[in-house]
């Protein structure tokens, strides 16, 4: 078994065929051209956003997912089930992580989540707050994480406790 980056993105991950049903990567490929668009200074870049941010209103509305155009999510999210995923615009994830059905990472007491590289949430997980999460961590399914994760550790159950992260392949 290959082990997934926590700092290089796996493009591949979000990659869609042309004109393929997949939801969850046209959401995504939206965020991404509109990024893109609006770091550029042109008659066409602003025409370019404008589409991109009509693309995403479709997408979101399909996916019943809420994630602003500006969230910084690093390359290689994976959203198999993209259906409730709420994402404050302020939080950041890392590379090629995975987010289930019904995951919010939203604001607590004014602060965000900071997400590191290959997280992978189960269904139904909240991260409430200016909390970090490790590299290599897992969240649980329904587990609302209040604290800090360290890295390569999971976190599970209300209030999440914090458990050792086993590796199958040793």
């Not at 980056?5 to 997949?22: G, I, L």
């Not at 509109?34 to 008659?43: A, G, I, L, P, T």
């Not at 550790?153 to 914090?162: F, K, N, Q, T």
């Amino acid at each position: 078994m290959t082990e997934i980056s926590a700092q290089v993105p796996d493009w591949t991950r979000e990659y869609k065929k042309p004109f393929s049903w997949n939801p969850s990567r046209s959401l995504l490929a939206s965020l991404r051209a509109y990024q893109r668009h609006k770091s550029r200074n042109s008659v066409a870049a602003k025409i370019g956003c404008l589409w991109a941010v009509l693309r995403h209103r479709l997408w979101s509305v399909v996916t019943g997912a809420d994630i602003p155009l500006n969230t910084r999510i690093g390359g290689g999210l994976m959203m198999p089930h993209p259906n409730g995923i709420v994402i404050h615009p302020d939080c950041s994830i890392g590379p090629n992580c995975l987010i289930f059905q019904q995951v919010t990472l939203g604001s607590r007491n004014g602060g965000v989540p900071r997400i590191g590289g290959h997280v992978d949430f189960g269904a139904g997980a909240k991260v409430l707050g200016a909390i970090s999460i490790g590299a290599h961590a897992v969240i649980g399914a329904n587990a609302v994480v209040l604290q800090d994760v360290p890295p390569q550790a999971s976190a599970v159950g209300i209030p999440a406790r914090i458990i050792a992260h086993t590796d199958s392949n040793t």
